[in-house]
């Protein structure tokens, strides 16, 4: 006598839809988008295929072009000139910067569009770290100098959620303080509370031109090795007042995703990264996985892990195609 079969919860259609635990829809979905200066620019990213960089005229093109389809969530990066790049991306808290008028813009064209913007110095930085370089150290509390003026130009063009993705200890409290006395108490804070010193940025740094000159971010993205070390990160981002909790890379990390979810009443977000996106495009080219059950697969398993906002580049092809 067999008295439990849970195939009888798979034998149909409707039935496995009612059973189905966890769902995926366009509000959980944040899309990564590049810029670059000129105009009418859009050069895709090699590594990348499907992902351009796009000039501030094509933005609101691509922008609108998403939310027609429902999805209202961008995540900016720039592809900065290195003549503006130096050792103190001081180009970034300039309010006339590409990426300072590219949040303008998109936020005077569609108010209701939530835009996160990145706080980071690599892609303004002559050094490509994400804090200021001296004698091969990144310097943690100079750099939250540069932070605070960054995140403040990002307020002041409209940013909606404030995401520090640079690993500098203090940041978030920081960051907070400064928009809290500057009046941006509303502008939220995103923070990325377990990144690791991963090989899946490497499209990212192609598509930004942003990779390290010298020497490798370890001494600031946390050792893949470790699981725990991201609770002591996640009590400190909760303390210094994030509003979100990121787990980054997502594919190789669902049990750390897991564990803030289990562990802090904030909501988790994943971003699924650009070397994840390749890996996955590359297969797909190839004819080796199935392009729609692959996708959909990857982003379901970052919902069930426990991620409520997912940054993903696949975000506007699963609405285009209506997998959802
Ligand atoms: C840099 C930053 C990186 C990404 C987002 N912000 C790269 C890095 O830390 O080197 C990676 C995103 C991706 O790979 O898609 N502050």
Redesign the pocket.
């Known amino acids: 006598m067999m008295l439990k079969r849970p195939r009888r919860n798979r034998k149909s259609e409707a039935i496995r839809q009612m059973v189905q635990e966890t769902y995926l829809s366009a509000s959980n979905l944040i899309f ?1 988008l590049f810029i670059i200066d000129g105009q009418n620019q859009k050069t895709e990213v090699s590594s990348m295929p499907g992902i351009f960089r796009y000039s501030i005229d094509n933005l609101l093109r691509e922008v609108e072009s998403c939310m027609e389809l429902g999805l209202n969530a961008f995540d900016l ?1 720039p592809n900065m000139e290195d003549s503006l790049k130096d050792k103190y991306a001081t180009v970034s808290y300039d309010d006339n910067c590409l990426y300072n008028r590219a949040i303008r813009e998109v936020k005077a064209r569609f108010p209701e569009a939530c835009v996160v913007t ?1 706080v ?4 303004y930085s002559s050094d490509g770290h ?1 804090g200021i370089v001296e004698n091969g150290e990144i310097l943690n509390d100079e750099t939250l100098d540069v932070l605070g003026k960054m995140a403040l130009a990002h307020a002041r063009a409209g940013a909606d959620i404030i995401a520090p ?2 690993m500098m200890d203090g940041r978030v409290g920081y960051i907070r303080e400064i928009l809290d006395n500057n009046g941006f108490k509303n502008v939220s804070i995103m923070s ?1 509370t377990a ?1 690791y010193a ?1 090989a ?6 192609d598509a930004l031109n ?3 000159k010298a020497g490798d ?1 370890k001494s600031y ?1 946390m050792n893949p090795a470790n699981q725990r070390e991201a609770l002591i990160e996640a009590a400190l981002d909760e303390d210094e007042g994030a509003d979100f909790l990121m787990v ?2 997502a594919l190789s990390y669902l049990d750390v995703i897991k564990l803030l979810k289990d562990n802090s009443e904030l909501p988790i977000a994943a ?1 699924n ?5 390749a890996m996955l495009k590359a297969a797909i080219q190839n004819g080796w996985l199935d392009e729609r059950r692959s996708i959909m697969e990857v982003l379901m398993s970052l919902r069930r892990a426990g991620a409520t906002a997912i ?1 993903s ?1 696949h975000a506007k092809e699963v609405l285009a195609n209506k997998w959802l």
């Open positions: 990564p990066f990145d980071a110095m690599d892609p994400d993705s640079d990325y990144k991963s899946f940025y490497g499209p990212f740094r942003s990779a390290p971010k993205q980054k890379p971003y990264v650009s070397g994840e996106y940054l580049y």
